[in-house]
């Protein structure tokens, strides 16, 4: 059972370019969370996703950054004109639904801007 | 919204001492608490986790305990060995059965030295 998987591993962006961020939930889990982390701090929520509906983005910039989760494919985390402060990891969790809150993390990509 | 705070950010402890990692949490409605290990450029691992309706949980050497009057809840690491080194994150959440979102500590940098 493969754990989640996000990718890219590691994403080099120049100021005003776009970056998309991707997220496969562990089998069986219909449940998607994004989390920023910056240098020597903890992780930040961004934004709670179930197949096709964004449940909770209360965590989420209002402008440039955007999420979606839909009925085929992986989760994607999308954030446009990028500029040096979203420099960061990002990570993905996902979880098996409402009765089980045991969230497991992806390997996370570190976001780069130059 | 749910405020968490951890203490404290750095702990360093000899190999065989016990290390504890004390948590608070705002939202007397949260219900459950998981701690995270993360090592140098991982992802977050769930190590254990407690709900409210118990006061205390073990693992062979790392046990939990929850006092929900106080809003606290406590790590502890017995017998630390240099691969426990890492940093130990809190967190808490609410099932309401709509979302449960976690929200972190700020972490904690345990160094077990030799």
Known sequence: NAGVMQNPRHLVRRRGQEARLRCSPMKGHSHVYWYRQLPEEGLKFMVY???????????????????????????????????RGDSAAYFCASSPGLSNEKLFFGSGTQLSVL | GENVEQHPSTLSVQEGDSAVIKCTYSDSASNYFPWYKQELGKRPQLIIDIRSNVGEKKDQRIAVTLNKTAKHFSLHITETQPEDSAVY????SKNTGTASKLTFGTGTRLQVTL
């Open chain 2, 89 to 92: 994150f809190c967190a808490a």
């Open chain 1, 49 to 83: 996703l179930q197949k096709e509906n964004i449940i909770d983005e209360s965590g989420m910039p209002k402008e440039r950054f955007s999420a979606e989760f839909p009925k085929e494919g992986p989760s994607i985390l999308r954030i446009q004109q990028v500029v």
